[in-house]
């Protein structure tokens, strides 16, 4: 089992920029790791997702304003968030994904909040 725990979540003037931690327990090695959002009244969604191999996927939203990045050996994924906007607030979550022997493992931290004012 893996437990993750998101940091760096803030205050933040649109424009702006944010750097996103999420600490893992274990190693991380073989999981996706993703960032999600949550926005008051709407569902969760994917920002960025970074697979064991380094390949990264972006929101379409995000594309070219955010970077996710991981450390395997500091069990550690980030999410470097630039150019901020008003609709970038949302609580942010970190997710670790793998699939083994027919089973999907899948964890999720408790949030961070970040709020971008305009």
């Known amino acids: 089992q893996v437990q993750l725990v998101e940091s760096g979540g803030g205050l933040m003037q649109a424009g702006g920029s944010l750097t996103l931690s999420c600490a893992a327990s274990g190693s991380i090695s073989v999981y996706t790791m993703g960032w999600y959002r949550q926005a008051p009244g709407k569902q969760r969604e994917v920002v960025a997702t970074?697979?064991?191999?380094?390949?990264?996927n972006y929101a379409a939203s995000v594309k070219g304003r955010f970077t996710i990045s991981r450390d395997n050996a500091k069990n550690m994924v980030y999410l470097q968030m630039n150019s901020l906007k008003p609709e970038d607030t949302a609580v942010y979550y970190c997710n670790a994904v793998r699939s083994f022997l027919l089973h999907e493992y899948n964890y999720w931290g408790q949030g961070t909040q970040v709020t971008v004012s305009s």
């Open positions: 970074i697979r064991s191999g380094g390949s990264t």
